[in-house]
């Protein structure tokens, strides 16, 4: 069965300390895979879209990378305003339903 | 520019009753997508439209629930007979047929069932 496990499940950092959230797969064939941000009381605001092994994209303090089996999303120095939670889903290549499957998300807090 | 926008904010309502979810999608954005957020859980997906295509309803977890597109405008998710087990946030997303399958969410309907 198609899967998408993030970890960990809450992370609590200092402001300034770099971490690394996880997000892995298990997919018959990956045609993209999203992160998104999510605030409380909020929908899902789009971070940043992967297609390929290899790929990487930055925003801010944020980069994303995908390998064949699992994403990360690096924080580098992070701020107090960078507390959310984060959600990475994937969309299939083939078969399955046409909507994302989405981790269950990692709740991140920074502290000042 | 307008973003998603979905009506009400906050439902509550009795078991057994019937409820309406509002969404309106980005403006040129032909593909539109309901999700249901459960407290602890992921988002899960409900129902899939494409212009004037078939919806792919394989998410739907009951014959309870049912949407509807006009064109490539608004949907509405109907929920008959609600349940305390429907009590979720349900998120609606909408995506443009330029090129990326990015979407783009609303801020979500929280629905309690009392």
């Known amino acids: 069965e198609d899967q998408v496990t993030q970890s960990p499940e809450a992370l609590r950092l200092q402001e300034g300390e770099s971490s690394s959230l996880n997000c892995s797969y298990t997919?018959?064939?990956?045609?993209?895979l999203f992160w998104y941000r999510q605030d409380p009381g909020k929908g899902p605001e789009f971070l940043f879209t992967l297609y390929s092994a290899g790929e990487e994209k930055e925003k801010e303090r944020l980069k994303a990378t995908l390998t064949k089996k699992e994403s990360f999303l690096h924080i580098t120095a992070p701020k107090p305003e960078d507390s959310a939670t984060y959600l990475c889903?994937?969309?299939?290549?083939?078969?399955?339903?046409?909507?994302?499957?989405f981790g269950k998300g990692t709740h991140l807090i920074i502290q000042p | 520019g307008a973003g998603v926008s979905q009506s009400p904010s906050n439902k509550v309502t009795e078991k057994g009753k019937d409820v309406e979810l509002r969404c309106d999608p980005i403006?040129?954005?032909?593909?539109l997508y309901w999700y249901r957020q459960r407290l602890g859980q992921g988002l899960e997906f409900l129902i899939y439209f494409q212009g004037n295509s078939a919806p792919d309803k394989s998410g739907l977890p009951s014959d309870r629930f049912s949407a509807e597109r006009t064109g490539e405008s608004v949907s509405t998710l109907t929920i008959q007979r609600t349940q305390q087990e429907d009590s979720a946030v349900y998120l609606c997303?909408?995506?443009?047929?330029?090129?990326?399958?990015?979407?783009?969410f609303g801020p979500g309907t929280r629905l309690t069932v009392l």
């Open positions: 403006s040129g954005h032909t593909a």
């Open positions: 889903a994937v969309e299939f290549l083939l078969g399955g339903a046409d909507g994302l499957t």
């Open positions: 997919v018959s064939g990956l045609r993209g």
């Open positions: 997303a909408s995506s443009s047929p330029s090129g990326t399958d990015t979407q783009y």
